[in-house]
């Protein structure tokens, strides 16, 4: 096995997303190490040219897509498969069996904590349960529900999904909050949305990796202090109307698109660490935060590999490369083994596919 590349397969590479990024983890790791076959529904995937073998997929959501999956699987001999959007996650954890029968590697958490973690609501539960501090949430189910919340600012989002603050509101008052509900039709708001308290300030705010390995061992930690500005990297931007200082002048929601400076930032990984125990990680585990008054509030946990990395990976910490290493290759991994900090800065990068 040493002597020759191991066939790993990404899915979903050309979104923007998380398969993006375990595709550049990848391509830093050591060269002779990995044969990448990447995945995508578009066949005009603008990254199909950096991998070795490009296929195209069904969406997750098709009849067929786990059948044509476990060909490519079969066909390339593929060790390791990672997916790389949450449609395919909650499918391969439902597949779980059938991938690794074929004696595939498939590096992500045990399937209850997926469920609950793609789930804001349960996850504000389950952390409360638990003794960790999070920000006030509300399943409103009538406009009077509405009308109990003193919290504000609030930020309203989808209780299921919304990757990348997709769909993810602010309000500021009661009168906002109302005319939100009235917008968006009170019944969605109720069936699909959590009203969840905003806190902190926008130059607090983290997004934290915790390792584990697939036996749940702890491997290492770290976070980004996420630099949000511009609209690569900003959802939604709003003028701080609300009289309270303490949040800064502008309220801001962060888009899926992260940057700014990397490193381990013991004061926030050691609590979301002791948080990522707590909740029975067995995997990759990414942690969104703000950290007021020396305490890690979690919005939300992504069960996942992050959206930040590749940024991860530049700097020595590599989460793909360490765990197919240990899992694959037996190779002991150090626990909180050293890496470098940085800034690192997104931008866009054009391709061009055919001509």
């Known amino acids: 096995m040493a002597n020759k590349r191991i066939p790993i397969l990404i899915t979903a590479i050309g979104g923007g997303g998380h398969g993006d990024q375990i595709l550049k983890a990848i391509r830093l790791a050591d060269k002779k190490r990995y044969f990448i076959v990447g995945a995508d529904a578009d066949e ?26 476990l060909l490519v699987c079969k066909r390339f001999a593929i060790k390791a498969l990672f997916h790389g959007c949450e449609p395919e996650l909650k499918k391969f954890s439902i597949e779980r069996k059938r991938i690794e ?46 009308k109990q919340i003193d919290w504000f600012p609030v930020v309203v989002k989808p209780s299921v999904g919304g ?39 926008p130059e607090d705010e983290y997004t934290v990796g915790v390792l584990h390995d697939l036996d749940g061992n702890y491997i290492n930690s770290i976070a980004v202090r996420r630099m949000l500005s511009g609209q690569l990297n900003v959802r939604t931007s709003v003028s701080n109307r609300t009289g309270r200082s303490d949040l800064g002048n502008t309220l801001v929601i962060s888009s899926g698109v992260s940057h700014g400076f990397v490193g381990r930032f013991s004061e926030v990984t050691e609590q979301c660490r002791a948080i990522a125990k707590a909740i029975g990680a067995k995997g990759p585990i990414n942690i969104q935060c703000r950290f007021v008054n020396g305490k890690v509030k979690v ?57």
């Open 44 to 69: 005009f995937c603008p990254n199909s040219s950096l991998v070795d073998e490009f296929v195209t997929l069904p969406l997750a959501n098709q009849a067929n897509y786990m059948d044509e999956l």
């Open 101 to 146: 029968e074929l004696g595939v590697l498939l590096p992500i958490n045990p399937s209850t904590l997926i469920d609950i973690c793609m789930n804001k609501e349960r996850t504000n539960q389950l952390l409360s349960d638990l003794g960790f501090e999070s920000p006030r949430y509300l399943r409103a189910k009538t406009r009077d529900d509405l």
């Open 299 to 355: 919005f939300e946990i992504n069960p996942r590999f992050s959206g930040t990395t590749s940024l991860r990976a530049m700097v020595g910490y590599n989460e793909p490369d360490i765990l197919i290493r240990k899992h694959l290759f037996g190779e002991a991994i150090e626990q909180d083994f050293s890496y470098r900090e940085a800034m690192i800065l997104r931008g866009l990068t054009e391709y061009e596919v055919r001509s």
């Open 163 to 201: 990757g990348g603050s997709a769909n993810a509101f602010i309000a500021q008052n009661e009168a906002e909050l109302l005319a939100l509900a009235d917008y968006l039709g009170l019944e969605l708001v109720a069936d699909n949305f959590i009203i969840q308290e905003y806190v902190g300030t």
